[in-house]
């Protein structure tokens, strides 16, 4: 639960730094779609990140 926090506080900083980019860079995998949809970023096409 804690790694899910963590990589949830990622994410909005990812999100907050991106604006309104359609496209999010991730510095590492991780789940991202529940943050993506508490932030109402629903401006963004793709995620990336590395393998």
């Known amino acids: ?3 899910k ?4 506080a990622v ?3 990812a999100i907050a730094s ?3 980019s359609q496209i999010l ?3 590492m ?3 991202f779609r ?3 949809e508490k932030a109402g ?3 963004l096409l793709f995620v990336v990140h590395p393998r």
Do not use: Q, Y
């Not at 926090?5 to 949830?8: N, T």
């Open 34 to 36: 529940s943050a993506i």
């Open 11 to 13: 994410v909005m900083e």
């Open 41 to 43: 970023a629903d401006h």
């Open 1 to 3: 639960m804690a790694a």
């Open 29 to 31: 995998s991780m789940p």
């Open 18 to 20: 991106v604006g309104e």
């Open 25 to 27: 860079e991730l510095p």
């Open 5 to 8: 926090l963590r990589a949830e």
